[in-house]
């Protein structure tokens, strides 16, 4: 007999994703819980600079009620080429090479839709952010897990990469910084990858939305700028973590003419139009990011709480990230990602993200984000609360 249910009639895709057993932050937090995994800047306290609000409010008395563009305000867009040339070693046209999207989120689904076919396959180095792997089976593609080296500080392993490709591989997506390790690619990797990407005919989707918060002065090299990868990547950017406006849902994607071609033009039909006071808000912060380095202090002064914290507890590895708002914790003695992330729930109403939601050797961390709270001594208390809970943990027998 033909199965008559709704859901029967569903994209078998999207049908398979489970719903979530959700209680709300709000709840949780009224409960006195402590998210700590989430990377939203300082949640749930406020954070913004004063002209940045004040942007948005400006744009609310007077045009924030309508539609922008559908491929983002034209001045927004200037003043990211701008950006972009200062910062990243870009040189962009703002009205062919760049689009405002709703969220490097919304940025991350487009691009990879305009480009994977049912079937294509896509290298993702794992652990990686969820998306890059759910949203190529969303799409009837199939994701390729890269495995990361925790020995080599999750650096890209190019070898790897080389040995995973077949004649269905289309795409290689990279968060660089990488999320959730906090490994910054270097130099020299990334160029043995570009010219991996050339001698296969790839295209490349990075993801920098963590590009703003780097430690100990490493560099930083933005993919689309190596030799021949301009044309063949499309790069992300978010003004949700390193300019804490998570909650505005402003990103932005770059790519060559030729690929920003069909973004724009499918704008409408996948993004729709990024909200109007929100831009507004992201060329007052774009114009005055004074205000960043002042976060990028507090996230200095916290990873070294958190090494003093988490770095002598039995069963426990702390490895300081080299850049981003996490800490990658490597909890195998005591136990996997799900039971400790479980078990700091219960016992100490602190927040984590399991590990294994990333991939690859997720199964034995978690992740922690430094950006939780505003205040410092609050956010140092969570992470004693953590500490004193991870110490409760009995430590596996021939552990270390």
């Not at 959700?22 to 709840?27: C, V």
């Not at 963590?210 to 100990?216: G, M």
């Not at 927040?351 to 990333?358: D, N």
């Not at 430094?370 to 009995?394: Q, Y």
Request: charged letters at 20%.
């Amino acid at each position: 007999m033909t199965d008559k249910t709704p859901i029967a009639r569903l994209n078998p895709h999207f049908a398979s994703v489970l719903r979530a057993d959700y209680k709300t932050l709000q709840d949780r937090m009224a409960e006195g819980y402590v998210m700590l995994g989430w990377a939203d800047p300082f949640f749930p306290d406020p954070c913004l600079p004063e002209h940045v609000i004040a942007a948005a409010k400006t744009a609310l008395d007077q045009h924030g009620a309508h539609y922008s563009l559908p491929i983002g305000s034209p001045v927004l867009r200037r003043e990211i080429a701008a950006k972009l040339a200062a910062r990243n070693g870009l040189e962009v046209d703002p009205d062919r090479e760049v689009i405002v999207t709703p969220g490097s989120d919304a940025g991350l689904w487009q691009a990879m839709q305009v480009i994977l076919s049912p079937g294509d396959e896509v290298l993702n180095p794992v652990p990686s952010y969820p998306s890059n792997f759910r949203n190529a089976e969303l799409m009837g593609a199939i994701s390729v897990p890269v495995p990361l080296d925790p020995h080599r500080d999750f650096e890209l392993d190019v070898a790897a990469v080389r040995a995973r490709i077949t004649p269905k591989t289309k795409l290689i997506i990279l968060t660089q910084p990488n999320n959730p390790t906090g490994t910054v690619h270097r130099r020299e990797t990334l160029e043995r990858l570009a010219a991996l990407v050339l001698e296969h005919d790839l295209l490349a989707i990075v993801d920098q939305a963590f590009e703003d918060t780097v430690y100990d002065a490493r560099e930083l090299v933005t993919f689309a700028t190596l030799p021949g990868m301009r044309a063949r990547t499309i790069t992300l950017f978010s003004m949700s973590k390193g300019m804490a406006m998570s909650g505005f849902r402003v990103g932005y994607s770059v790519a060559a003419p030729e690929i920003m071609e069909v973004m724009h033009a499918t704008a409408v039909n996948i993004l729709g139009a990024t909200n109007t006071a929100a831009q507004e808000a992201a060329i007052a912060a774009l114009r005055d990011r004074d205000f960043v380095a002042g976060y990028i202090e507090k996230y200095e002064r916290r990873r070294k709480y958190a090494a003093d914290m988490l770095g002598a507890i039995a069963g426990v590895r702390f490895r300081p990230p080299q850049a981003g708002l996490m800490i990658w914790l490597d909890i195998s003695g005591l136990g996997t990602s799900r039971q400790v992330s479980d078990h700091l729930l219960q016992d100490a109403k602190i927040l984590v993200h399991p590990g294994a939601l990333f991939g690859g050797v997720g199964a034995n961390y978690v992740r922690l984000a430094l950006s939780a709270l505003h205040d410092d001594d609050a956010f140092c208390d969570a992470l004693e609360r953590t500490a004193v809970s991870l110490r409760r943990l009995p430590v596996k027998s021939g552990w270390g």
